[in-house]
């Protein structure tokens, strides 16, 4: 508990400094406009627009920071997103691999980590097989393809599918 306790602090110490520099630049360049002449009406609004959103960032940045403070104190942090498939089934004894990458929507969105079929060498009497994926940073949804499934016989192509929480 010491050493997440200790991660959280050193996480918001290293925050505030950047904040802190980033506000210390901001504040320097306002101060060296505000000489007579040098401070216009779009100088003050260039201020005013590069303020608003270093507050923005900041307060973004203090919410991410406090829920990776909650995850970490909860030990909760950094957990991958595996995501397991239903079995599907090929013949017997097939050799496995991915037709192209899973896709999914409308748009035809392409799952972007890579996808391991277990097993990728069915044995001679099984032919039941599935997919795992580390979902972790994907958009959650069902993802869809094909694997062909190859013996001496031919390949046949079977439809899959796999939901990323």
Same mark, same amino acid.
């Given at each position: 508990?010491?050493?997440?306790?200790?991660?959280?602090?050193?996480?918001?110490?290293?925050?505030?400094?950047?904040?802190?520099?980033?506000?210390?630049?901001?504040?320097?360049?306002?101060?060296?406009?505000?000489?007579?002449?040098?401070?216009?009406?779009?100088?003050?609004?260039?201020?005013?627009?590069?303020?608003?959103?270093?507050?923005?960032?900041?307060?973004?940045?203090?919410?991410?920071?406090?829920?990776?403070? /909650? !995850?970490?104190?909860?030990?909760?942090?950094?957990?991958?997103?595996?995501?397991?498939?239903?079995?599907?089934? !090929?013949?017997?004894?097939?050799?496995?691999?991915?037709?192209?990458?899973? /896709?999914?929507?409308?748009?035809?969105?392409?799952?972007?980590?890579? @996808?391991?079929?277990?097993?990728?060498?069915?044995?001679?009497?099984?032919?039941?097989?599935?997919?795992?994926?580390?979902?972790?940073?994907?958009?959650?949804?069902?993802?869809?393809?094909?694997?062909?499934?190859?013996?001496?016989?031919?390949?046949?192509?079977?439809? @899959?599918?796999?939901?990323?929480?």
């Amino acid at each position: 508990m010491e050493a997440r306790f200790s991660d959280v602090l050193q996480s918001y110490n290293a925050l505030t400094s950047s904040l802190l520099d980033q506000w210390s630049t901001l504040a320097s360049r306002s101060v060296s406009r505000l000489d007579p002449g040098v401070f216009t009406p779009s100088g003050a609004v260039q201020e005013t627009v590069a303020c608003a959103t270093l507050a923005t960032e900041a307060a973004w940045s203090w919410t991410a920071c406090w829920w990776e403070s /909650v !995850a970490n104190l909860c030990g909760l942090e950094y957990g991958p997103n595996i995501a397991e498939s239903q079995p599907f089934h !090929a013949p017997k004894g097939a050799t496995l691999e991915l037709a192209g990458p899973l /896709v999914k929507g409308p748009g035809m969105a392409k799952l972007g980590v890579p @996808v391991s079929i277990e097993p990728a060498q069915l044995e001679p009497d099984d032919t039941e097989f599935k997919l795992c994926v580390d979902g972790t940073g994907c958009r959650g949804g069902t993802y869809v393809g094909k694997v062909k499934a190859t013996t001496q016989e031919g390949t046949v192509e079977v439809f @899959v599918w796999i939901t990323i929480p």
